[in-house]
């Protein structure tokens, strides 16, 4: 359970020294995985300019085989093994910490998910932090009330609110106290070279692949998918639905697949690790959310210049102008998504176009430079001394 600064190569060496002008940031997570939160975070560490912000990274637990292979090279990574926020282990690994951080000077430290913001923020205080950021990337559906009372105690000890979208921002405003001028919001971005030379998408095919890319949870309505598919199945022998991911729904929708009698025409993929090959089969992609903030999955589906159909919450109608470089439907409304599909069965020519349009948003709004100067220029104003 002890910290762990974790080597970088074969032969342990000691991180060369930042620039003198570059920022010092301390990032703190959970764990890492493959979704979507976590992605960006390493694709954000990855791709900062050393000579402007040199970063580190806090895992409060971290010590599983995921984790490990997914951590940024050029980097120090200091893992504490903190399973329960409530317990010896936790005290002593925030003693660590403390001295860490005391060590490695951050000018900023930046939280992410709940407990790493409950450990990590008052921790960041007590070391003498100059500027301490949270960070939530959804709307919040997910708090308990544990979580409020937890999240208001840790308030006064945030200077800066972070979220991904203009719903976020407002929520974290209206239900988590923080005056506007304490919240900003920074977009995701996408890497999209990943999918450079992608074909545009062609619904006149004898075998059409509708694709999904989600966590196997309820927020992400794939159920209300697999209904949409229902009603489209009869009318389109060329559809095939196929969803890429997993999670604890996965025994409850395939009871439902039997129930349908979807068969072989709507597959369960399991994880996949490269979205980018995965879609590249796909002629349509759908993101049929309860909710969202700003999502990654659409992002690359963007990237990727699918046909896109995607539900009204969170920030897809910002991503998606309806009409122009894809088709937004009202949640929780499987007639309304079928439909929308079948539009694009019935106009190929529009569904190419809009594949097209929606790749030009995203290589122009939505890069992951893009992404990485944002929070770059944030990083900087923070260090600013102030007065």
Avoid at 89 to 109: H, I, K, T, Y
């Amino acid at each position: 359970m002890s910290a762990v600064l974790a080597p970088r190569l074969a032969d342990p060496v000691a991180p060369s020294a930042p620039a003198a002008s570059a920022v010092r940031v301390s990032f703190v997570i959970d764990r890492l995985t493959r979704a979507g939160t976590e992605s960006q975070l390493v694709a954000l560490i990855s791709h900062l300019d050393r000579a402007r912000v040199a970063p580190s990274l806090v895992l409060l637990d971290g010590e599983d085989d995921i984790s490990r292979a997914l951590e940024p090279a050029d980097c120090p990574v200091i893992r504490l093994g903190v399973r329960k926020l409530v317990s010896r282990s936790a005290l002593r690994a925030a003693g660590r910490l403390r001295a860490f951080w005391r060590e490695m000077q951050p000018d900023v430290v930046q939280t992410y998910f709940q407990d790493s913001s409950y450990f990590g923020v008052p921790v960041a205080k007590a070391a003498g932090v100059r500027a301490v950021v949270r960070v939530r990337n959804n709307l919040g559906y997910a708090l308990t009330r544990r979580d409020r009372v937890a999240g208001r105690a840790i308030r006064p000890l945030v200077d800066r609110f972070v979220t991904n979208t203009g719903a976020g921002r407002d929520r974290i405003v209206a239900g988590d106290g923080y005056s506007a001028e304490r919240v900003v919001v920074l977009e995701n971005g996408v890497d999209t070279h990943r999918f450079n030379r992608f074909m545009l998408p062609d619904t006149t095919k004898k075998r059409v692949r509708v694709g999904c890319v989600a966590n196997l949870r309820p927020i992400k309505n794939i159920d209300g998918l697999m209904r949409a598919a229902k009603l489209l199945l009869d009318r389109h022998p060329c559809l095939v639905f196929e969803v890429a991911g997993d999670g604890e729904q996965r025994e409850e929708l395939e009871r439902l697949h039997a129930e349908l009698g979807l068969g072989d025409r709507f597959i369960f993929r399991g994880s996949v690790a490269d979205a980018a090959t995965f879609l590249r089969t796909v002629e349509v992609a759908v993101l049929p959310s309860h909710s969202e903030g700003m999502s990654n999955a659409l992002l690359e589906y963007m990237a990727a210049g699918r046909a896109v159909v995607a539900t009204a919450v969170g920030a897809n109608p910002t991503l998606i102008d309806d009409g122009k470089n894809g088709l937004i439907v009202a949640p929780n409304d499987p007639a309304a998504l079928a439909g929308a599909i079948g539009r694009y069965l019935d106009r190929p020519l529009m569904a190419a176009a809009f594949g097209a349009a929606a790749r030009r948003k995203v290589e122009a709004e939505y890069s992951r430079a893009a992404m990485t100067r944002r929070f770059e220029d944030f990083f900087h104003d923070l260090a600013e001394p102030q007065g």
